[in-house]
């Protein structure tokens, strides 16, 4: 499967890191300092449409429906210090990524991260990974301006490495950003991730997919 691979395109949370619970703590810490403790979870439609954009417009979005704090700056302020944290000493690979990403640098694979995620905040998280050595860059849609819902970060990285679509290969466990790579000829990995939606859907029309329980150490076995 990997015979034509020339570049790889990785997102972070998710498919590189064991981080999108992050969420969840973002929903519980804003019940517990703007609703008195009582739970906050937002509609199922917000839940799923903040996980594609900028963590800005994620808060700035949070706070317009549903009033918490007195500005989305404010959430997303909160936001930071708790991703900061969480990134600097908690954040895990997830299980074969280092394996994997050896592999590819053995084999030539030039590599960069796209990613919804600040660029101060990749940084921090693949220092506290040890993963920096293995990408030539990194690509954050909060800088290019575009969510993943727009092939922008995605058309970005592939200039960047100097690599055709059909032979830049991405990485991801959203939904929305497989759809988008598909719509360009980019050919896809979907993977599994517990707290993300459309499992059934990114199954369907990656161009491989990880399962649950397994690792991207299957494609290098394939």
């Not at 059909?166 to 991801?172: A, C, H, R």
Request: proline content about 2%.
């Amino acid at each position: 499967m990997l015979e034509n691979i020339k570049g790889a395109i990785f997102d972070m949370d998710g498919t590189l890191v064991d981080s999108l619970m992050l969420w969840e703590v973002f929903w519980s810490t804003f019940g517990q300092r703007y609703l008195n403790d009582k739970n906050f979870m937002p509609s199922v439609e917000d839940d799923k449409k903040v996980r594609t954009l900028t963590l800005k417009d994620a808060m700035y979005l949070i706070h317009k429906n549903y009033k918490l704090g007195e500005s989305g700056e404010e959430l997303l302020a909160l936001a930071n210090t708790i991703m900061n944290e969480f990134y600097a000493n908690s954040v895990e690979l997830k299980s074969g990524v280092r394996e994997f990403l050896e592999y590819c640098k053995n084999k030539g694979v030039k590599m960069c991260v796209a990613s919804a995620t600040a660029p101060e905040l990749i940084d921090v998280a693949m220092k506290h990974c040890d993963i920096g050595k293995y990408f030539l860059s990194v690509f954050s849609c909060g800088t290019i301006g575009k969510g993943k819902d727009e092939p922008d970060v995605f058309l970005q990285a592939a200039e960047f490495l100097c690599a055709e679509i059909k032979e830049t290969w991405m990485f991801e466990d959203s939904l929305v950003a497989i759809e988008t790579a598909t719509k360009i000829g980019m050919p896809t990995v979907g993977i599994y991730d517990r707290y993300n939606f459309g499992q059934d859907r990114i199954k369907k029309i990656a161009t491989e997919y990880i399962a649950e329980g397994e690792t991207l150490l299957k494609l290098i076995k394939e």
